[in-house]
């Protein structure tokens, strides 16, 4: 059973930045995709942005964004802490909602999500 725990959430002022981390309870290669969602209040959630992994190691990761946050937020990986981060700078009050992590396991195919982490920009 994976287990993800979000971190690094909170309240900031709009121009500001936030980093959120995501740890896993086992190593990264086990997943085939792995990053961040988010929801807005009243709005169904949404891809902020995914690392997907080639079985092949020479092939290395493929990483896309959603368009509203392109140039703002990075997403990377540490294996050697099973965390998956994310840099957000420049942040707006549009980016306010729960924060979610998300991991797919190369095996199978199951989705697993955190808790969330909650992420509120003051304009």
């Known amino acids: 059973q994976v287990q993800l725990v979000e971190s690094g959430g909170g309240l900031v002022q709009a121009g500001g930045s936030l980093r959120l981390s995501c740890a896993t309870s086992?190593?990264?290669?086990?997943?085939?995709?792995m990053g961040w969602y988010r929801q807005a209040p009243g709005k169904q959630r949404e891809l902020v942005a995914l690392?997907?992994?080639?079985?092949?190691?020479?092939?290395?990761?493929?990483?896309n964004y959603a368009d509203s946050v392109k140039g703002r937020f990075t997403v990377s990986r540490d294996n050697s802490k099973n965390t998956i981060n994310l840099q957000m700078n420049s942040l707006s009050a549009e980016d306010t909602g729960g924060y979610y992590c998300?991991?797919?396991?190369?095996?199978?195919?199951?989705?697993?999500w955190g808790q969330g982490t909650q992420v509120t920009v003051s304009s």
């Open positions: 998300y991991t797919r396991t190369r095996r199978t195919n199951r989705e697993y």
């Open positions: 086992g190593s990264l290669l086990i997943f085939n995709a």
């Open positions: 690392i997907t992994s080639s079985a092949l190691i020479t092939s290395g990761d493929n990483i």
